[in-house]
């Protein structure tokens, strides 16, 4: 899957380069979705995670952002981390197809934890969850990434972001996407 990631990347570059200029519209509503690797610096693990958002562009360098991030499942215990981030988006045109932006705001979490029993029976494993825990919390989050635009509608969306204090720890989400602009 990773490798997906390069290649549409290489894609999007050569794309990029051999279209006439596309600007980004100045203001208007905006959706989008990614997924990508995010690392629980807490446990030092990696899964995969994945995003869905959506936003309103008020000008050429300013939008408010809302999404619906999974962060995915850290550990042997089955950690689920999840949430809501309300953030402010900073863009800064780049070039003809490109906009550089970075961003933050609040990350609205919960992080499930189910433990589980396991039973060698005959030969067999059989597992059974014997106990579920939630947290949540209200926590600060950040990030960087990249716009390149393909059409003045289309745009792909390659981003970093760090959540702070979700459950035990940071979590770091790397993540290409794909945005259309109404």
């Known amino acids: 899957m990773k490798?997906?990631?390069?290649?549409?990347?290489?894609a999007v570059f050569l794309l990029g380069a051999t279209t006439p200029p596309v600007h980004a519209q100045d203001n208007g509503w905006y959706v989008g979705g990614g997924s990508g690797s995010?690392?629980?610096?807490?446990?030092?693990e990696g899964e995969n995670g994945f995003k869905v958002f959506g936003g309103y562009r008020l000008n050429k360098r300013l939008a408010?952002?809302?999404?619906?991030?999974?962060?995915?499942?850290?550990?042997?215990?089955?950690?689920?981390?999840?949430?809501?981030?309300?953030e402010v988006r900073g863009t800064l045109p780049a070039g003809n197809h490109f906009e550089l932006f970075a961003k933050g705001g609040f990350f609205i979490w919960?992080?499930?934890?189910?433990?589980?029993q396991c039973w060698n029976i005959l030969g067999s494993t059989v597992c059974d969850e014997f106990d579920s825990m939630t947290d949540d919390g209200i926590d600060l989050t950040y990030g960087v990434g990249t716009h390149i635009h393909f059409t003045r509608r289309w745009s792909a969306r390659l981003e970093w972001e760090r959540f702070l204090d979700v459950g035990d720890g940071d979590v770091d989400l790397g993540s290409l996407g794909m945005m259309y602009k109404f």
């Open 3 to 10: 490798n997906a990631h390069w290649l549409l990347i290489v």
């Open 38 to 44: 995010s690392d629980n610096k807490g446990l030092g």
């Open 64 to 86: 408010l952002e809302v999404a619906v991030v999974q962060l995915g499942e850290f550990g042997a215990e089955a950690f689920t981390r999840q949430g809501t981030a309300w």
């Open 110 to 116: 919960s992080v499930t934890v189910e433990e589980f």
